[in-house]
């Protein structure tokens, strides 16, 4: 099994920046696509970031509403993944997830892991 856990989130006033972390564990063999999703109260789970396989020149995708201000980054050597999160705004609030697509040392096929979230609230 993959295990996938968020950290880094926390209060932060608008206009501030934080650093969230992913860190996948467990029989990991390979890695595909990893990104984050966000689920703000009331609201469904929207997809956020995507940073392709490879962690120099993978792809990188953003929803509209984030372009410009957040990052998404990984280091392979590490099997993390990261979202710098720059001037924040109230509608930023909403729990982050981590989502990886993996494969186990036993081989196998691809299959979809999510962490359990990180809280990030932007308030004054």
């Known amino acids: 099994q993959v295990q996938l856990v968020e950290s880094g989130g926390g209060l932060v006033q608008p206009g501030g920046r934080l650093r969230l972390s992913c860190a996948a564990s467990g029989s990991i063999f390979s890695i595909n696509n990893m990104a984050w999703y966000r689920q703000a109260p009331g609201k469904q789970r929207e997809w956020v970031a995507t940073h392709t396989s490879d962690s120099s020149s993978g792809i990188l995708s953003y929803t509209d509403s984030v372009k410009g201000r957040f990052t998404i980054s990984r280091d392979n050597a590490k099997n993390t993944m990261y979202l710098e999160m720059n001037t924040l705004k109230p509608d930023d609030t909403a729990v982050y997830y981590c989502?990886?697509?993996?494969?186990?040392?036993?081989?196998?096929?691809?299959?979809?892991?999510w962490g359990k979230g990180t809280l990030v609230t932007v308030s004054n």
């Open positions: 989502y990886a697509i993996a494969k186990t040392s036993e081989g196998g096929t691809w299959a979809p892991y």
